[in-house]
């Protein structure tokens, strides 16, 4: 199992953790500690797939509200309304393998296509990869519940097709640039262990490790 620590300057960050990992840098914009998924500001990023899955993103509120979902370094923008009681789903498939979908979901390091999500009321979102008989599913939290320090557990992945793999995690950065410190605690591709390195990323990238 790799551990690593993750340490980040001054500004905040959230992390999102489900079938996928998904960490959230900013700056502090925001001073609220409330322990809750409802929010204003979001922003999340989707890890590579090996097929071809919609991206659906479900927003609920409890009152009516309206708001914007956007990938900004991809010009990708796309209004959306909401009832109370009433889930809202907005997907960013686009039209062909070669549209939005290609974009986010093979990202390079430092890229920018962290997706963005604002709203005028305070609501709650998730966002599920479905594709076929799978769907991969995590709820994203807002801006407010940020931190500065992560420990991640990595472990390696040894399918029954005896092709082995590794885990990984992804840092999404938003508000401003900002470096992150990471401190492997095993030899990791480019790094030794426990010799920190860091990564500086600007608003709206995506890092993966």
């Not at 914007?68 to 010009?75: L, M, N, R, Y």
């Not at 430092?110 to 998730?126: E, F, K, M, Q, R």
């Not at 801006?143 to 991640?152: A, D, E, P």
């Not at 401190?183 to 390195?197: D, F, L």
Request: proline fraction near 7%; glycine fraction near 8%; charge should be neutral.
């Amino acid at each position: 199992m790799i551990l690593k620590k993750i340490f980040f300057r001054p500004k905040a960050l959230v992390a999102s953790i489900s079938t996928f990992l998904v960490i959230l840098i900013t700056y502090s914009c925001s001073g609220q500690t409330l322990n809750s998924n409802q929010g204003t500001d979001f922003w999340y990023g989707y890890p590579g797939t090996t097929d071809n899955p919609v991206f659906a993103i479900y927003i609920t509120s409890a009152t009516n509200t309206s708001g914007t979902v956007s990938i900004p370094g991809q010009g990708v923008s796309k209004p959306f309304t909401v009832t109370p009681g009433v889930r809202t789903r907005v997907t960013l498939q686009g039209p062909s393998p070669g549209g939005v979908i290609e974009s986010i979901s093979y990202p390079t390091k430092g890229s920018p296509n962290a997706v963005h999500i604002t709203a005028l009321n305070n609501i709650s979102v998730s966002t599920t990869e479905e594709y076929s008989l799978r769907s991969e599913s995590t709820c994203i939290l807002p801006v407010q519940l940020l931190g500065t320090s992560y420990y991640i557990m990595n472990d390696t992945i040894m399918p029954t097709s005896g092709i082995s793999g590794v885990s990984t995690f992804m840092l999404v950065s938003q508000g401003c640039s900002d470096t992150v410190e990471i401190t492997p605690s095993r030899n990791i591709p480019g790094h030794v262990a426990n010799i920190p390195y860091t990564v500086t990323l600007q608003s709206g990238d995506i890092f993966i490790v």
